[in-house]
């Protein structure tokens, strides 16, 4: 009769590493979160929720404006999108 192998029980199996928490969704890295014209405080250029805006003063902070492109981009001249204008009705893109 052969002598019967006994081994130790395995250690249990781990659990599955936790999946890294979300990124937050934020603005990217700005020089400046929003500048006026030179020579008119009336005009704007901001980041908000994911786009960069160009607009009036009234509009800052807001999704609107005449001019927008949707880009990660941490400085207007920076954007790699195409940029839209608006004619009131409609979003057109800039060529």
Do not use: I
């Not at 929003?34 to 960069?52: E, H, I, K, S, T």
């Amino acid at each position: 009769m052969s002598p019967s192998l006994h081994f130790p029980p395995y250690p249990p199996p781990s659990p599955p590493p936790s999946p890294p928490p979300p990124l937050p969704l934020h603005s990217p890295p700005l020089p400046f979160s929003a500048a006026p014209q030179v020579g008119n405080d009336n005009r704007m250029l901001w980041y908000a929720a994911g786009y960069w805006y160009l607009g009036k003063k009234n509009e800052l902070g807001k999704s609107q404006g005449w001019l927008c492109v949707r880009d990660p981009a941490p400085a207007p001249e920076l954007v790699q999108s195409c940029w839209r204008v608006g004619d009131g009705e409609r979003l057109h893109q800039v060529h």
